[in-house]
Every structure is written in C-alpha cells, then in structure tokens.
C-alpha cells in the first residue's frame, strides 16, 4: 500500500502555487460572499408599451427614475413593448414614485407624468407628448 510521504522536498514551483492557489480561493470566497444580493430594496415587475400619438415607439429606451436609488432601464421592441431590468439578470423597478424617462428626439419628457411601482405585476403604458407640444390624441381606451 502506497504512503502519503508528507516530509517530501518542496520544489520551487510548488512554493509559487501555494500562494497562488490560496490567493485565489480567498478571491472566490469575497466574491461569493460580495454577490449575496446585498440591500436590494424591493422590487414590482413593470412591462408596458410606449407610444407617441397612439403609435409605438420602437426600439427606444426607457427608465424609471425612482426619488431615491437606483433606476431601472428598458429598451421597446417593434411594437413599442418594454419590461424593466433592475441590475443585470433581475427584473423590476424599485416600489414607489419614478420619473419616467424616454430616449428619443422625438418626446417631451418633460410632459411625462410621474408613475407608482406597487409590488407584484406592474403594467405601465406610457402615452408620450410630441417635442412640438401637441399632446397625443384621445383614444378610445380614454373615452371611459
């Protein structure tokens, strides 16, 4: 049976390694413990569309821009679609007031009315004002 000789020489390359090694399991152990979601405050999940005269805005970003914190940002696809990413891979905007921000030459931001965040499900369409200041047309979904 074959002995574990724990007295054998330590050769120069394994003096470099051990370093190494513990140099970089400490590094996997800061991260780890860096990524435990930290103080994330709580979340709603927020879809909408966004349209200009009751068209959709294309392939156009958005934020929702909270009192405090972090925003949320969003990009539309052909049908003026959006849902909001908080950080990377999470979902949401933060639960409260937001100031809502579209990325095109085109609006008014100005004009944008302020929304609210509730936890759950959030659908948030936004109904943008054209730079000339003419507002967007009555649709029938406003008629009620």
């Known amino acids: 049976m074959a002995s574990f000789n724990s ?7 394994n003096n470099l390694l051990q370093p190494l090694v513990r140099c970089c399991l400490l590094a996997v152990v800061i991260t780890l413990l860096g990524c435990g979601g930290g103080d994330r405050p709580e979340l709603g999940v927020v879809t909408g569309t966004v349209t200009l005269n009751g068209e959709p805005l294309k392939n156009v970003e958005i934020s929702f821009i909270p009192e405090t914190g972090r925003p949320s940002y969003g990009k539309t696809d052909i049908e003026g679609h ?15 007031k937001h100031t809502v921000h579209v990325y095109s030459g085109k609006v008014d931001n100005a004009q944008n009315k302020p929304v609210d965040v509730v936890a759950g499900d959030n659908e948030i369409n936004v109904e943008c004002v054209a730079k000339s200041g003419k507002p967007a047309p009555k649709t029938d979904d406003d008629a009620e």
């Open 7 to 13: 007295t054998a020489k330590k050769g120069p390359l």
């Open 82 to 96: 959006y849902d909001l990413d908080y950080i990377r891979d999470i979902k949401g905007a933060k639960i409260g």
